[in-house]
């Protein structure tokens, strides 16, 4: 039995988060410069069983596509390549990271950690995640 994994893929630095073994909960793992995610994702993988990739798919409000989208599908064919048994889904993450900014803003910590962008990356894919998992688990 595996986890899932979310990316919260952003042009410089890309977010990540995991499930718990039961996929009922999000926990964030890390965020880091986007370059680094597939060599990454690798290692991670190798000693860890990944059942699925989720990734964020960014619409405008009027459901049309984000320019960072192209930079995504390319991005998702170097790790179809890279991790070819790992089938990778896409998910709506529309307004994840002006959650992710609130949640931050709200949990009471500092204006310096407030401020850091890789830690509103990797609350943005555990708020991806676990948004998913809601839908998957009819919660």
């Not at 073994?21 to 069983?49: D, H, Q, R, W």
């Not at 390319?74 to 790790?79: C, V």
């Amino acid at each position: 039995m595996g986890i899932f994994l979310a990316l919260d893929y952003g042009e410089k630095r890309t977010g990540l988060a995991v499930t718990d073994i039961n996929k009922m909960i999000a926990s964030g793992l890390a965020a880091m410069s986007t370059i680094e995610v597939i060599p990454y994702l690798i290692k991670y993988c190798e000693k860890n069983f990944i059942e699925k990739i989720i990734i964020g798919y960014p619409k405008k409000y009027n459901n049309i596509e984000s320019q960072v989208e192209i930079k995504i599908k390319d991005f998702i064919k170097k790790l179809n390549l890279s991790l070819p048994k790992i089938p990778i889904v896409r998910y709506d993450e529309r307004f994840t990271s002006k959650i992710a900014s609130n949640a931050i803003l709200e949990s009471g910590v500092g204006k310096r950690k407030r401020q850091d962008k890789l830690l509103v990356d990797k609350v943005s894919a555990t708020i991806l995640l676990q948004s998913y998992l809601s839908t998957q688990n009819n919660i």
